[in-house]
């Protein structure tokens, strides 16, 4: 156990669906992130938020939306994605940006 | 890109060998992380080395940072069969952005 939790841990959707991840941290910590980890690709930094500020949007496209609402709890909202969107979808935290990352277990989505 | 590239991909060794793995980039960094990844599972951060800093020790880990070639080495000392997983160095540029630009990886699989 790492102190990050994300719900759900497996989740498979359709293209026209809206769904969400969450993602919590019990750490204390100050900065948190969404990474997208597909088959035979490295690790990609979606989102990065630093006290709850937005503070790296790297290139993600508009139907993944993410949400810090207080510095423990992140989301990713999804709507309309893509098949190729299907990955392991992992949250991490860290107590400032330049510290070593701590991970959740990941999410598995499947788009059908 | 700083995108760090890990080697060898796949590494098989017996129980109780060492296994080293490299990583080298190609831009300035701030610090080099190493993480460790159990299949379809979270990254379990092993050891932070800032760019000032030569050499660190974490039990039977030892990292190695040379600036001046752009490269990284992960050695594994006395391994063991969970030590089984896959490797990756992250890099961080400088302005401590906390985006962590992640090489490939690579798997270790050891032998009992």
């Known amino acids: 156990e790492t102190g990050v939790t994300q719900t759900p841990r497996h989740l498979v959707m359709g293209m026209t669906n809206k769904k969400s991840l969450k993602c919590e941290q019990h750490?204390?910590?100050?900065?948190m992130y969404w990474y997208k980890q597909s088959a035979k690709k490295p690790l990609e930094l979606m989102f990065v938020?630093?006290?709850?500020?937005?503070?790296e949007n790297n290139s993600v496209p508009s139907r993944f939306s993410p949400e810090c609402p207080n510095s423990s709890h992140l989301f990713l909202h999804l709507h309309t994605l893509q098949p190729e969107d299907s990955a392991l979808y992992l949250c991490?935290?860290?107590?400032?940006?330049?510290?070593?990352?701590?991970f959740g277990p990941g999410t598995r989505l499947t788009v059908l | 890109s700083q995108q760090g590239e890990e080697d060898p991909q796949a590494l098989s060794i017996q129980e109780g060998e060492n296994a080293t793995m490299n990583c080298s980039y190609k831009?300035?960094?701030?610090?080099l992380q190493w993480y460790r990844q159990n299949s379809g599972r979270g990254l379990v951060h092993l050891i932070l080395?800032?760019?000032?800093?030569r050499e660190k020790h974490s039990g039977r880990l030892r990292v190695t940072l040379d600036t001046s070639k752009k490269s990284s080495s992960l050695l594994i000392t006395a391994s063991r069969a969970a030590d089984t997983a896959s490797y990756f160095c992250?890099?961080?540029?400088?302005?401590?952005?906390?985006?962590?630009?992640f090489g490939q990886g690579t798997t270790l699989q050891v032998k009992p």
């Open positions: 991490a935290s860290s107590l400032y940006r330049n510290n070593e990352q701590f």
């Open positions: 750490l204390g910590h100050n900065a």
């Open positions: 938020y630093s006290l709850e500020e937005r503070v």
């Open positions: 831009t300035s960094i701030n610090n």
């Open positions: 080395i800032r760019s000032n800093e």
């Open positions: 992250a890099t961080e540029g400088s302005g401590n952005t906390g985006k962590l630009i």
